[in-house]
């Protein structure tokens, strides 16, 4: 036989197709093993694995390891879990040693493997050090390969009969061209010989390949041999992160310790009984599966940050609780600990941990260089997608960027496959339903290369915060990588680490927090005593006035359009209730919450089944939470908390079809048997099946809608510094425009940035915030700086002393003249004034260059007799450098082109119900969605001087105008005005254009991204 050795899409910009795609080729053509040797990495390992098992073949572990200079290459397959250490440890060398050497490394870590090479001299070193390498022959024998056979012969090594396809269709040719086209950022014309696979690369079958090394039994013979002896097969347990205790204790000893000391913190002493009880079961199953050291180093790691948030399941932890990694009491909201843990749980848990968004770096760099050696970061694995496959095919075609970037925008549809998209919708145009603008030569060929491309690998990335810790060295473990922001990563995504047994801290940056420590952090510094260990925002009775009226913007995880939408809609403004709504927004979901405003508002219901009761009663009869679908798989069709929990997961899957089509039959067949009717089953399976996309478990939702409360608690109660706050964190779903706004809608005073009031970030006081140094457009961080300290004690006394004690550059200083920063300098002068006194130094300076004698330093001198700057120009420039008017709203600036146009103001909505109106707004943020039908559509947020008006482009209006909408710019709109639950909106049938005006203010470039 020939060894059936392949090459991966993983072998990245060289493979072109997946493991799944090569596993079900070979079992077509009659193979039983098949061995993965992508390039230099095992990122494809366990979908390979997964592959194989599907199919019935015996998968083979190895690599194909390079040297960086291209002379010479060795396939290494493990013969035994040491096998798989070297070959992890060899990997992480090829990626993180200077200067690798591939002989000597190979050498050195062969211990387990089978070693293979197709090049004589390697074969001759290997074996003159007792490396027992094998002589591979890829494809078919050859007069290449005469020098290696008679190496092997004089050597004693076999002969090794290799398949090393890479395609599996003749077409696959073409794509790998277009991959090293790209790779190379080069045109497919330049490809040289080598960059194009031989025919021979196209997996075959066991005939094709006996039939062409017949020449040569030998050769297959030791294929043979070699592929009896690769039967490893890699099943790791559970690799827990370390911990030591000084004192000698075990960990769980010291864990029941610590838990039962925190509970007394949170609980008072003596402990209530049933936080005793949950305490013991919790640390039964935590200790029987061995996870208490995980606990404990969690533990350790949040005590780097003095606010944190912990989420996701293992927020139903009472010990979690105990010990400070979350902040949600699991007894008092009933939260599902099965859904974390349970005792047939056989994958890790998973602690996820909020941390500010400029702490999360810090944290994670102290936890890697604590744990050095043991510790890196989880991969992300970065597929082509349709804009991205777009852009680089386009390259390839030569094409210039401008171009690329102008049709790329005309195409934000695409989800799939992009090659049907031959029309697109001209910026500046809208067409009549159903006309298409068709792409120029050679953009349908580009459309279609790029759909050729989609699904493979481009290159691997650091994930979000995910941190694997291991009691060893952890190359021993995965192989490494270092990513270029110089952080080790293992090569697997979450999903391969926990396959690998890797247990995953996720590490995450949270801008809210910082918020919140932010404007604490003002409060106390403008004398109000703020004690947050007393602080129960969640029975603020204005607090929950606020959340019910769905005024929420700046809020964290309930300021988006749909959330306050929805909170509007509900009018509840309680903790229980707005977990549910942080739980119930996911796509899927739009006729289930319409359902549940029917409910909550008193129409009558029934639950599904009585079986469902227990579990659904919380939410009105209806699936919100990811643990009920888990719930309802056991109380209905008998599952148990393992199956239960791992259909949850299934769900998530992007290949799901085949395993959701098993447990759908185990769900049926269970629900039969305790006498569910096939309607009453067919019902639930659909609820379960809106979870498919994503979704959220109670315990993430309850300590997100803590957070939330906090954020809420301040916005009522301390608007300025809140909103100061939110602003200076640059985050949140909109922008410092829209924020700017809602500051002015709370009745705030917003003040310009001033040189000798203003901080580097915004600041709030009383009824008053502050523009900060960091919102005028071309000013550097040390500038704002200088401008900062400089002033301590000591005022800028006017524009000339300013100069001389900042030094800005002068694009800095006529930045800070055009945002008004230096008005307090000289009341009641124009720009014009200084910006003359700018260019009057400018000059001055200059002679003084040429000619020192003749200059010092320049007396102060009045400007001479200037015309009145017109006001409106002065608000366009000030909008240019900040993005927004700090005393106005922009629309003032249009105000004259509005007269006449019937135009209604966003506060009168409510007032026209039913009707067709007009209404002047300004674009914030939208939405893309997908209908039933496939089709997209778009809710957009407009604001004008009164309020926010949320609005739905259906598909008809989608094409005819939302391609021609630019962030941040004023539309006139025209469309019919629905009520639902109370909460107006506009449905727009018309754009009538975008509102023109001489002192329309220029584009800032700071544009929302389009969610």
Partial sequence: ????????????????????????????LGHACLALADRDNLYGLWEFRRACREQGLRPITGAEVTSPEGAGRAWCLAESAAGFVSLCRLLTRRHTEAGFDLGRAVAEEAQGLAVLTDDARLLEVWRGQGVPALAALPRKPTGAGLALRRAARRLGAPLVALADACLLEPGDRARHRLLRAIALNTSLERLGPADTPPPEALLAGPEDYARRFAPLPEALHGAAALAERLSFVPAPGITMPPWHDAQGRSAD???????????????????????????????????????????????????????????????????????????????????????????????????????????????????????????????????????????????????????????????????????????????????????????????????????????????ISVHVGGVVITPGPINEHAPLEIAPKGVPIIQWEKEGAEEAGLVKIDLLGNRSLAVIRDAVADLRGNGHAFDEAAWQPEDDPATQGLVSRGLTMGCFYIESPATR???????????????????????????????????????????IHPLLAPILGETYGIMVYQEQVSQAAGALAGFSHAEGDRLRKVMTWKDKGRALGDYREKFVAGALARGVSPACIAEVWEMMMSFAGYSFCKPHSASYARVSFQAAYLKAHYPAEFMAAVISNQGGFYSAFAYVSEARRLGITVRPPCVNRSRVAWSGRGRQVRVGLMAVKGLGRETMERVVARREGDPYRNFDDFLRRVRPAEDEARSL???????????????????????????????????????????????????????????RRQYAVLGFLPEHHPMVLFAGALQGRGVIKARDLERHVGRRVRLAGWLLTGKTVWTKSDQPMQFLTFEDDTGLVETSFFPAAYRRFAMGLDWLRPYLLEGRVEENFGACTLSVERVLGRIQSASAPPDRGARKKHA
Wanted: hydrophobic share 40%.
């Fill in 1 to 28: 036989m020939v060894l059936p050795l392949v090459r991966s899409h993983y072998s990245l910009m060289q493979g072109t197709v997946s493991p799944k795609e090569l596993a079900r080729r070979a079992k077509e």
């Fill in 253 to 459: 000893e010291a864990l029941r310790q610590r838990a039962y000391a925190g509970a007394a913190g949170r609980y008072g002493s003596p402990l209530p009984g049933e936080v005793i009880a949950r305490l013991e079961r919790e640390l039964a199953i935590i200790a029987g599966k061995g996870f208490s050291s995980y606990f404990l180093v969690v533990e350790d790691i949040v005590k780097r940050s003095p606010r944190i948030c912990g989420r996701g399941s293992g927020a139903a932890s009472l010990v979690a609780y105990s010990l400070g990694i979350t902040n949600v009491c699991p007894i008092k909201f009933n939260l599902y600990f099965e859904r974390f843990i349970n005792p047939q749980r056989v994958d890790p848990p998973d602690i996820d941990v909020d941390f500010a968004w400029d702490e999360r770096d810090g944290v994670i760099e102290s936890v890697l260089r604590q744990y050095a050696g043991r510790a890196a970061m989880v991969a992300t694995h970065i597929f082509f997608q349709g804009r991205m496959a777009i852009r680089e095919v386009a390259k390839v075609y030569g094409l210039p960027a401008q171009e690329i970037k102008r049709v790329t925008r005309h195409l934000p549809w695409l989800r799939g496959p992009v090659e049907g998209h031959t029309g697109f919708y001209p910026k500046r145009q809208a067409l009549p339903p159903g006309a298409k603008a068709e792409l120029a030569a050679p953009w349908p060929s580009v459309l279609a290369q790029a759909q050729a491309v989609v699904g493979i690998p481009r290159h």
């Fill in 565 to 607: 939408l929805l909170q509007a809609k509900a009018g509840r403004g309680d903790y229980e209730h707005l977990v549910i709504h942080s739980s119930i927004i996911r796509p899927a979901a739009n006729d289930y919450i319409q359902e549940y405003l029917h409910r909550l508002h008193g129409a009558p219901w029934e639950h």
């Fill in 817 to 875: 003249i055009q945002a008004g920063a230096l008005a307090g300098l000289h009341p009641g002068s124009d720009p014009a004034e200084l910006l003359w006194r700018l260019a009057r130094g400018r000059r001055l300076r200059e002679a003084a260059a040429r000619e020192p004698d003749l200059f010092s330093a320049p007396p102060p001198a009045e400007a001479p007799p200037l015309p009145p700057g017109d006001e409106l120009e002065r608000l």
